[in-house]
Nanobody, 118 residues
């Protein structure tokens, strides 16, 4: 069955950095575009970064987040720099229906909590 295991979150001060990881299993990872989503308290889940199936195309909602992937390890990463209070959320990964879609394909993993606080 499809599974996503997110890790790397934590408590960080404003301006700090974190690198999130998502280990995927149960499907052919290299066939799919992947996305990182986040959900802040009281808000809807939103797509914050996407990457094509072979990593040639990437996009993010801001210039502080960089998405990458290692198809040999079935893992997608999110490097987050200069973190701000508003980045506080639970972060998830999932397959995208297509690179240009924000629609996800599978059930969510447990996510990883990112808290930005001084």
């Amino acid at each position: 069955q499809v599974q996503f295991v997110e890790s790397g979150g934590g408590l960080v001060q404003p301006g700090g950095s974190l690198r999130l990881s998502c280990a995927a299993s149960g499907f052919t990872f290299s066939n799919y575009a992947m996305g990182w989503y986040r959900q802040a308290p009281g808000k809807e889940r939103e797509l914050v970064a996407r990457i094509g199936s072979i990593g040639g195309r990437t996009d993010s909602v801001n210039g502080r987040f960089t998405i990458s992937r290692d198809n040999a390890k079935n893992t997608v990463y999110l490097q987050m720099n200069n973190l701000k209070f508003e980045d506080t959320a639970v972060y998830y990964c999932n397959c995208l229906r297509t690179y240009f879609s924000s629609d996800y394909l599978y059930n969510w993993g447990q996510g990883t909590q990112v808290t930005v606080s001084s």
